[in-house]
Structure formats: structure tokens, C-alpha cells
Antibody
Framework: QITLKESGPTLVKPTQTLTLTCTFS??????????VGWIRQPPGKALEWLAL???????RYSPSLQSRLTIAKDTWKNQVVLTMTNMDPVDTGTYYC????????????????WGEGTTVTVSS | YEVTQPPSVSVSPGQTATMPCSGD??????VCWYQQKPGQSPVLVIY???KRPSGIPERFSGSNSGNTATLTISGTQAIDEADYYC?????????FGGGTKLTVL
């Protein structure tokens, strides 16, 4: 059974750096085609993709947030960490991590299992 | 790259719901779909345009051609009322649509 769980602060102040950890089980980031992604959702709004890290340590970032994001994996601990700098109230929302599967020579990518999400509020 | 979804779709119980997702030459990319109910995490319902993960009912189906991918729910049930998001991948970025709220009247 695949599970993922997000952890981190529930409240951060504007301009601070947010660090979130995704701890997973049931799959390995050593396996070809496997990755972990971060996605967020402001209250009442749509999903927004943030970042991905793949089994081969390749990384992808949302173009609009790239300058503020860093993603890193710890394969042995089964964890993926996302940092987001210079937090702002508009960054308030639920942050999800999910297992990603890449297939068909990298042409197909989907998130097959999601964590329950963690709520982050940015306020002074 | 962007994909567009209508904000809302309504359907009567037992009828067929169709939800489009549009983007330039979207048919050349693989699309997947997620269902999200209030207060819950998204659930994958279709991947690689038309494949159903284990445990997803057969009434969910998908297609993708030209500029439009479509999620279809046949014999829609009240439990299918949710937000549905399409997602594409262009090898550099994950692209989510804005979501469609499906109301089962």
C-alpha cells in the first residue's frame, strides 16, 4: 500500500522560508519512472503544480515559482523536501505531495497517489 | 502551455456527463484526470488519456484528440458530484486545468 504524508509548519510569517517534508512508503524513489511531486491549492481555488523530483534526481519546477522553490530527495529516508522562500499571504493553502509515474519514454506523467495535504497559512 | 476547463457542468442522475479540457494540440500529449470531493485529496480517475486505475468504476472513461480531451461519466451517480481536474505534461512542466465542478441535479 502506497502512502504519503506531508509535514511542516501550519503558520509562517511573510518573507519567511517554508520547508515541507513528504514522507512516503510503499514505493521507492530508486525505481525507474517514479517521482514525487508537490502541488498546492489555495482555499476554494484550483490545483497548482509546484515541483517534481524523479528517480534519477532530475528536477522540474513551475516556471512562475522557480526562483523560490527547491526540491530534494533523500532516497534512503523515503523523504522529499520542498523549500519555498519569501512566503506571502497569497501562498496560503493546502500543500500536497504525490507519487508521480512517468511512462511511454517520458511522454506520460500522472500522480497516482496523493497525501492528505497540509494546510499552510501565511500571516504576520 | 495552458489547458482550459469550463467552470461547471450539470447532469441529471443516470445521464452522461461530459467534461472537456482544451489546449493547443492537446491530442499530442497524454492527459489524466483527477476527482476531488470537498475536504478530500484528489484521486486519479483516468491516466494516459483513457486508462482507468484499479478501483475506478467502469462508468468513467476518457478520450483525447485534436485540441480537446474529454472525461465522460456514464450513468452519473450522486456520489460523482465533485471537482474534476485535467492534467497534461510537456516534459518540462505539469499543467493543471482550472477544474470543472460537476453538479448532479
Amino acid at each position: 500500500q502506497i502512502t504519503l504524508k506531508e509535514s511542516g509548519p501550519t503558520l509562517v510569517k511573510p518573507t519567511q522560508t517554508l520547508t515541507l517534508t513528504c514522507t512516503f512508503s510503499g514505493f521507492s524513489l530508486r525505481n525507474n519512472g517514479v517521482g514525487v511531486g508537490w502541488i498546492r491549492q489555495p482555499p476554494g481555488k484550483a490545483l497548482e503544480w509546484l515541483a517534481l523530483v524523479f528517480w534519477n534526481d532530475d528536477k522540474r519546477y513551475s516556471p512562475s515559482l522557480q526562483s523560490r522553490l527547491t526540491i530534494a530527495k533523500d532516497t534512503w529516508k523515503n523523504q522529499v523536501v520542498l523549500t519555498m522562500t519569501n512566503m506571502d499571504p497569497v501562498d496560503t493553502g493546502t500543500y500536497y505531495c504525490a507519487e508521480s509515474i512517468t511512462m511511454l519514454r517520458g511522454r506520460s506523467l500522472y500522480m497516482d497517489v496523493w497525501g492528505e495535504g497540509t494546510t499552510v497559512t501565511v500571516s504576520s | 502551455y495552458e489547458v482550459t476547463q469550463p467552470p461547471s457542468v450539470s447532469v441529471s442522475p443516470g445521464q452522461t456527463a461530459t467534461m472537456p479540457c482544451s489546449g493547443d494540440k492537446l491530442g499530442e500529449k497524454y492527459v489524466c484526470w483527477y476527482q476531488q470531493k470537498p475536504g478530500q485529496s484528489p484521486v486519479l480517475v483516468i491516466y494516459q488519456d483513457s486508462k482507468r486505475p484499479s478501483g475506478i468504476p467502469e462508468r468513467f472513461s476518457g478520450s483525447n484528440s485534436g485540441n480537446t480531451a474529454t472525461l465522460t461519466i456514464s450513468g452519473t451517480q450522486a456520489i460523482d458530484e465533485a471537482d474534476y481536474y485535467c492534467q497534461a505534461w510537456d516534459s518540462t512542466a505539469v499543467i493543471f486545468g482550472g477544474g470543472t465542478k460537476l453538479t448532479v441535479l
